[in-house]
């Protein structure tokens, strides 16, 4: 193999793939990045694949003989990226060695590779389901679901996203058992999508749920492409094959079946707060200083005879704040405490100028909103009991 690329080109495409290669591989081989030279293509491919996630991508290159090799992922990387951007690189293997030349200009490295038939194939998907969707949706409902999800391994199916397709529409959800996310996306499926029949449930709905850290590579990867892209998705037995703009990625599915999280949001609210989002989000960030001293809790109080809502914090032994803000008030006066963390993520993902906060009890699910109908963000957050 011989070939000759564009060193900014390369390091981009390694950091990409590298995303996917194994911090602790079971197998030799998945530390690496597989490379594979086309002549006739005049295109060098890079994968990563830990087995759970694989990303592959490609790069223009002057291929003058074809070949495959895998090298060392992270030594790799680490070379090509302190290598001249002004000079292209060389890389070279002999027939039938694993040994590769590196030259740029006045460098030269020779690194130690492994066989390319060593490395395991991505899934092909040939049948079942398939999915053309807008990636602006997509990416919206991935940023508005993602941070949601847990980080605790023992809740397995927690750690994903669950991704719900009707017609032409889509509802992502996630959830750790504190709070609840939850995108709906209109006609986000575009013409050519195909859910198999075996695959979908009583009500033609078609399901999975992927882990959220192959959803992030997935919104990394497609918040570089041109907005008349469209985004392929393949899904059967348990893998699913994101496709686009020259790259792939593949991830597997989680196993079980996710919580049923709309029964855990309640019909009706006796009381809401209606308030700028923008105002409340500094309110909250300034209160948090103190909060953060002492379990991130904040209590949020309702005033309704001047419609203020009254944000406070208390820190034992360092201090308390309080902040004060306009808002419509609906319902019995109310105190409810919350981890402002998580009331903060969720604001931070509505877009729109006002949110809507509504609750039963201090013990009660609470809801955030915005105050519009048709409405494409709900987020479900536990308040804190404390004694008040």
């Known amino acids: 193999?011989?070939?000759?690329?564009?060193?900014?080109?390369?390091?981009?495409?390694?950091?990409?793939?590298?995303?996917?290669?194994?911090?602790?591989?079971?197998?030799?081989?998945?530390?690496?990045?597989?490379?594979?030279?086309?002549?006739?293509?005049?295109?060098?491919?890079?994968?990563?694949?830990?087995?759970?996630?694989?990303?592959?991508?490609?790069?223009?290159?002057?291929?003058?003989?074809?070949?495959?090799?895998?090298?060392?992922?992270?030594?790799?990387?680490?070379?090509?990226?302190?290598?001249?951007?002004?000079?292209?690189?060389?890389?070279?293997?002999?027939?039938?060695?694993?040994?590769?030349?590196?030259?740029?200009?006045t460098s030269t490295y020779k690194m130690r590779g492994l066989s390319s038939e060593d490395f395991p194939d991505l899934p092909l998907i040939e049948s079942g389901t398939s999915l053309k969707i807008s990636p602006e949706s997509l990416i919206y409902a991935l940023k508005s679901t993602l941070f949601a999800s847990s980080s605790d391994e023992a809740k397995q199916l927690l750690t994903g996203v669950h991704l719900t397709f009707k017609n032409h529409n889509m509802e992502a959800a996630a959830t750790d058992g504190h709070r609840l996310a939850i995108s709906n996306q209109i006609n986000i499926l575009k013409d050519g999508s195909a859910l198999e029949p075996s695959s979908l449930q009583e009500d033609g709905s078609f399901s999975m749920t992927l882990p959220a850290k192959s959803l992030r590579e997935v919104d990394r990867l497609i918040s570089q492409w041109k907005k008349e892209d469209t985004v392929s998705v393949f899904c059967d037995q348990g893998q699913v094959v994101f496709l686009g703009s020259d790259q792939?990625?593949?991830s597997r599915t989680l196993d079980g079946i996710y919580p049923n999280y709309k029964q855990l949001i309640p019909d009706t609210f006796s009381k809401s707060i209606n308030v700028d989002r923008k105002a409340f989000i500094v309110a909250l960030e300034r209160v948090a200083v103190l909060a953060d001293q002492f379990n991130n809790v904040i209590k949020i109080s309702t005033d309704l005879q001047n419609q203020l809502i009254n944000i406070n914090a208390d820190a034992q032994d360092v201090g308390s704040g309080n902040e004060s803000l306009p808002a419509?008030?609906?319902?019995?006066?109310?105190?409810?405490?919350?981890?402002?963390?998580?009331?903060?993520?969720?604001?931070?993902?509505?877009?729109?100028?006002?949110?809507?906060?509504?609750?039963?009890?201090?013990?009660?699910?609470?809801?955030?909103s915005t105050p519009d109908e048709g409405q494409n963000f709900t987020y479900l957050v536990m308040p804190v009991q404390i004694k008040i």
């Open 1 to 105: 193999m011989k070939l000759i690329c564009s060193q900014l080109e390369l390091n981009s495409a390694l950091q990409l793939v590298g995303r996917a290669v194994s911090s602790r591989p079971t197998h030799p081989v998945l530390a690496n990045v597989l490379l594979t030279a086309d002549e006739g293509t005049s295109r060098l491919s890079l994968t990563g694949f830990d087995l759970n996630l694989g990303i592959q991508t490609s790069i223009a290159a002057s291929v003058q003989e074809s070949g495959a090799i895998t090298l060392p992922a992270r030594l790799f990387g680490e070379i090509v990226s302190k290598l001249s951007i002004d000079s292209p690189i060389t890389l070279t293997t002999q027939e039938e060695s694993q040994n590769v030349e590196l030259s740029s200009s």
């Open 248 to 250: 792939i990625l593949t």
């Open 328 to 368: 419509s008030l609906d319902g019995e006066s109310i105190q409810i405490a919350f981890n402002v963390r998580y009331l903060l993520d969720g604001l931070k993902a509505i877009d729109s100028d006002k949110v809507l906060l509504k609750c039963n009890s201090p013990t009660t699910p609470a809801i955030l």
